[in-house]
T-cell receptor, first 117, second 114 residues
């Protein structure tokens, strides 16, 4: 069975600082995908970044980067230069690589980030 | 505009009164899913559909039913709601031909069962 673990229930970060959100996963699959989503207080799920298990380079999207360490089964999200608007719940998620699993995501419990001025 | 819509967005109901939460997507997606979100548990998949008339149980299907009679619609049915089904529900969809990162979420439905 697959499992996603986010060990940080919540954290405070000062504006303009970088923050790392931890995510570890457990799977026996060779092919899988890893996602990070942001959920602001308004409730919608916002896609941030994706990393495929076969991607050789770490994914980056603007201020977001994914620190992918395959051997350690970790996929930490790094947010550089935090902004007040980054205050939100952040979810790590994984999807198996098989076609019949493309619509199934397994989520972690989430990390609540509060950015302070 | 490409989107997944859910209705209603907010619902307060009583134990045992059957209800349906609708989900519709306008992108001709094959895959559709329902998730529930609870504090400390993240999102958990309830049901999943790979195409019309093809559905499968997710991790927490008890107390829920779904149907996929049309490609665009994937309603979630609670035949006899109970207070432990109070939660935030998300519908999601993606195309079989879409990019690896693709997953479209609806805005969520906040359900309270008293």
């Amino acid at each position: 069975a697959q499992k996603i673990t986010q060990t940080q229930p919540g954290m405070f970060v000062q504006e303009k600082e970088a923050v790392t959100l931890d995510c570890t996963y457990d799977t026996s699959d060779q092919s899988y995908g890893l996602f990070w989503y942001k959920q602001p207080s308004s409730g919608e799920m916002i896609f941030l970044i994706y990393q495929g298990s076969y991607d050789e380079q770490n994914a980056t999207e603007g201020r977001y980067s994914l620190n992918f360490q395959k051997a350690r089964k970790s996929a930490n999200l790094v947010i550089s230069a935090s902004q007040l608007g980054d205050s939100a719940m952040y979810f790590c998620a994984m999807r198996r690589g098989t076609t019949d699993s493309w619509g199934k995501l397994q989520f972690g419990a989430g990390t609540q980030v509060v950015v302070t001025p | 505009e490409a989107q997944v819509t859910q209705n209603p967005r907010y619902l307060i109901t009583v134990t045992g009164k059957k209800l349906t939460v609708t989900c519709s997507q306008n992108m001709n997606h094959e895959y559709m899913s329902w998730y529930r979100q609870d504090p400390g548990l993240g999102l958990r998949q309830i049901y999943y559909s790979m195409n019309v008339e093809v559905t499968d149980k997710g991790d927490v299907p008890e107390g829920y039913k779904v149907s996929r009679k049309e490609k665009r619609n994937f309603p979630l049915i609670l035949e006899s709601p109970s207070p432990n089904q109070t939660s935030l529900y998300f519908c999601a969809s993606r195309s079989i031909a879409g990019a690896n990162y693709e997953q479209y979420f609806g805005p969520g439905t906040r359900l309270t069962v008293t």
